[in-house]
Structure formats: C-alpha cells, structure tokens
C-alpha cells in the first residue's frame, strides 16, 4: 500500500537532510496516516487517511 491520503492525495516529500557541516543527504518526509473505516460510495471500508483530512472534517467515519 502507497504512503498516500485517499483523499487529498498528499504523499511522501523528498528532500535534503543538510548537517553542521553542510554534509547533504538524502531524506524522506511522509504524512501522517491513520488506517480509519471510513463512508466510501455508501459502504463502509478502511481507508488510509492523513490526519488533516480527519481534523477538517473531510471524511464522514463508519462507526
């Protein structure tokens, strides 16, 4: 499985981890996802969903 919200669709960044020294290295940043039983299309079915998406309300959970 993708590290990708299935909703807004964020991913992992990519970019350089840069030291004291100015050593620069590659480096990764993902979301923060949470696996959740979500509403999809009418039924419920577990998502991967980041944690802005939960906060702001975009995605309706089954309970």
Known sequence: MSRKCSVCGKGVQVGMKVSH???RTKRT?????QR???????SPSKILVC???LRSGKVQRAI
Do not use: F, Q, Y
């Not at 959740?36 to 009418?42: D, E, L, T, W, Y």
């Open 21 to 23: 020294s100015h050593i």
């Open 36 to 42: 959740v039983k979500a509403i999809v299309n009418g």
């Open 51 to 53: 944690t802005r998406c």
């Open 29 to 33: 940043w993902a979301p923060n996802l």
